[in-house]
């Protein structure tokens, strides 16, 4: 089975500002293209192979239908539904991920 793959607007900007951050504040556009480019390659494997990323439930206390990549020092978080994938967030690594992900549902949620 081929999965569609899908980019939320979030993820969007998060590799949008991935680059901007390699490029500009570390001043190194190659760098920033090569890391751009393998998280989306990491992504486009999901395709075929959606479920090679591990639950997020496997490093986290969380009921949640999460899975993750990791791709050097950044996460994509996304989920699968049927033979849809959306991609939801990339986030570094050391950010607190799952706040910024349940923090975001919570959010969804009350309004």
Not at 52 to 79: C, E, H, K, N, Q
Not at 88 to 95: I, K
Request: overall charge negative; hydrophobic content about 35%; cysteine-free.
């Amino acid at each position: 089975m081929k999965y569609k793959i899908h980019y939320t607007k979030e993820s969007r900007r998060d590799l949008d500002e991935i680059w901007d951050y390699i490029s500009s504040e570390l001043q190194n556009t190659s760098s920033a293209e090569r890391t751009v480019n393998r998280i989306m390659d990491d992504v486009d494997r999901l395709a075929d192979f959606a479920e090679i990323g591990a639950p997020l439930s496997s490093i986290a206390d969380v009921d949640s239908d999460y899975r993750f990549l990791v791709t050097g020092s950044y996460l994509t978080f996304y989920r699968v539904y049927g033979s849809d994938i959306y991609v939801d967030r990339v986030l570094y690594g050391r950010r607190d991920y799952l706040r910024i992900l349940f923090d975001k549902l919570q959010d969804d949620e009350t309004n």
